[in-house]
């Protein structure tokens, strides 16, 4: 059997293989002999999501010279350095794009399972994904050609970033910590007194990011990720820390102007809070020690990376996909700065009176275990990750696989004593996933309680032909949204179109040409205020914006976007349509939806009656 496997969009090549695989399209046709793999993935997802997490899992099992990857990475006492690296954290909507081509080789391994391959044609210009193909064809006896696809264009990057993707890892790492360390430094030793004579037992470690304009004039600490939590707590007057990650934001742009907010609201006697950046704690000691750990795990995993690649006969070999992220990890600047953070917290925790309490914002990215390993390593007690915003079926930093749960060896992944979540919906995808039950808490999703206040009342209209666009934060999602929208101009001439942009990116019509002669318009208006003028959302496949305009009762079209996999937050929602071409948009537009009323996700309640028992705080004065 001879197959082309096709990585591009619209398919229109005339070809006597015997199969085609449509490697980032949707548009299939099996009486053509041709299967596109985004939906071949997507008709049995847990099945492949599962095949990619048991494979991390091995590969941080495999063993060289009596040793596994994990002992051989050992950093400190009983902590792992390998799962602080980019491919346990597997970050694939964001920072590891090439996990998608990883799970679609599990795909492709499936379609192909006892058949006799004599020829691979890939059309593409991944050329990691050429390599892995190469090398499969090599071990099974079968001829490779490869050709790239010539409608892509270069994308124009700056001239200082290609200078710095072609400079060696280790100087990449070094250029990246000296210039980590110049422009944080102001934050050094902020808030550390107040830090060292609170008696507070709870600590809070959150990004300090998403403030409330309104409450830091009024120099009081308030953030959409813990609405009114943070003065609840004060009223019962509970004494907490609260270490923040500074992230650059327009009300806080330059680290002088974060230790000016800091600064100020440590002075707030009332409060009952003391608030320090984790970069408060810079020494000189700090970063001497932060070198040195660098250079010892460099040193000892030099030679892992060639032996890593070694697979057994019948498996494939991913690591040309995940080698840029293994290299990063180790010898680039992420490895140095989980280095870095370990050693800060270090440094924050070292000399505190036990703690009773910890709760941080969770997303499953390596600074988290780097915080978990050190609360325990100092024998505090109860520490709770709170994963702040929706959790997505194909998200994979939420899932793993469900022998890890169970590992309580030396080196074992730093684990929560809880999580707690924000929806029933949250709660079953870790069940499903083998996350322990008793170890997950239901509380209210803090970031999502403005929903209580939505209108429930709608346009009395009962069929108005407006549809509501709201697009993402990432550039590649919004453009692939909006040129979808383009193509499908003509199903929407007769619709009132208002786009949504995300803050961080904006969207021009004239972009889109075809847009132009269409009646659109772009607003900046809060969500809640454009809700109840509308029926029906057309949503980004990643964007929890989705939930919002579900929650208040909108009919929801979501895109789906071929080169990764469903990264909607309503993936499993029967009521939710998700289209890949213009025809199905046409369809759901057309769909008999009524007026809906509010949907149940979130947990809601202004009350925090679940976080007051969580954190055993007593209603009443």
Not at 437 to 451: C, F, G, N, P, Q
Not at 509 to 534: C, Q, R
Request: aromatic share 14%; hydrophobic share 40%.
């Amino acid at each position: 059997m001879e197959l082309l496997i096709y990585d591009g969009e619209d398919f229109q090549i005339d070809t006597p293989k015997d199969l085609i695989l449509l490697w980032s399209d949707f548009n299939d046709n099996p009486s053509k002999s041709t299967i596109s793999i985004p939906r071949y993935i997507e008709s049995n997802p847990e099945f492949f999501r599962n095949k990619y997490l048991k494979y991390i899992y091995k590969l941080g099992k495999k063993k060289f010279n009596g040793k596994t990857v994990a002992e051989i990475m050992q950093i400190r006492k009983d902590l792992s350095f390998w799962w602080l690296t980019l491919l346990v954290e597997k970050c694939n909507y964001s920072k590891s794009k090439q996990i998608a081509n990883a799970v679609k080789m599990f795909a492709f391994e499936s379609i192909i399972d006892h058949r006799v391959v004599k020829k691979i044609d890939l059309i593409s210009n991944n050329n990691e994904l050429a390599q892995v193909f190469n090398d499969w064809c090599k071990k099974n006896g079968a001829k490779f050609t490869c050709k790239p696809l010539s409608s892509i264009k270069a994308k124009q990057e700056k001239l200082w970033r290609k200078i710095y993707s072609l400079l060696p890892y280790f100087l990449k790492a070094i250029l990246w910590f000296l210039y980590r360390l110049y422009s944080r430094w102001p934050l050094k030793n902020v808030g550390n007194e107040q830090w060292k004579i609170s008696d507070a037992n709870t600590t809070f470690v959150s990004y300090f990011f998403n403030l409330d304009d309104k409450s830091i004039i009024k120099k009081k600490y308030k953030s959409a990720y813990w609405a009114d939590l943070p003065n609840e707590i004060s009223k019962k007057k509970i004494k907490t820390r609260w270490i923040h990650l500074w992230v650059e934001s327009g009300l806080v742009s330059t680290a002088r102007k974060a230790r000016k907010i800091l600064n100020e609201l440590n002075k707030d006697s009332l409060s009952m809070q003391s608030h320090v950046f984790l970069e408060s704690f810079y020494s000189f000691g700090t970063i001497a020690r932060t070198l040195w750990d660098w250079i010892i795990l460099c040193i000892h995993v030099r030679k892992l990376n060639h032996k890593l690649a070694i697979t057994n006969e019948n498996e494939i070999n991913l690591l040309p996909l995940l080698e840029k992220d293994w290299k990063m990890s180790i010898f680039g600047p992420d490895g140095i700065h989980n280095l870095l953070i370990l050693n800060l917290f270090e440094s924050a925790f070292a000399n505190l009176p036990k703690q009773k309490k910890g709760i941080y914002l969770q997303e499953n990215q390596s600074w988290e275990l780097s915080l978990v390993y050190v609360w325990k390593f100092y024998e505090n007690m109860e520490i709770i990750g709170c994963p702040h915003s929706t959790i997505r079926f194909w998200d994979l930093r939420y899932f793993n696989d469900p022998e890890i749960y169970k590992d309580t060896k030396k080196f074992a992944m730093p684990m929560p004593n809880f999580v707690a979540v924000n929806s029933q919906v949250a709660k079953e995808m870790l069940v499903q996933n083998g996350y322990p039950v008793d170890r997950i808490k239901s509380v209210e999703a803090l970031r999502y309680l403005h929903l209580l206040n939505y209108p429930i009342k709608r346009d009395t209209i009962k069929k108005n032909k407006k549809l509501l666009v709201l697009t993402d934060y990432s550039y590649e999602n919004t453009s692939l949204q909006m040129n979808f929208l383009e193509k499908a101009a003509e199903y929407i001439m007769e619709w009132e179109i208002c786009i949504k942009p995300h803050p961080a990116c904006f969207v021009k019509i004239s972009d889109y040409p075809n847009l132009t002669k269409a009646n659109v318009m772009v607003s900046t208006k809060p969500l809640e205020k454009l809700i109840p003028h509308f029926r029906v959302a057309f949503t980004s496949s990643v964007t929890s914006a989705a939930v919002e305009a579900y929650v208040s009762g909108l009919f929801i079209i979501s895109i789906l976007n071929p080169n990764t996999q469903n990264f909607s937050p309503l993936k499993n929602t029967t009521d939710v349509k998700f289209v890949s071409k213009p025809e199905e948009f046409s369809s759901a537009l057309k769909s008999n939806y009524s007026i809906l009323e509010k949907n149940v996700y979130f947990k809601l309640d202004n009350k925090l009656t679940s976080w007051k028992k969580l954190l055993n705080i007593k209603n009443g004065s």
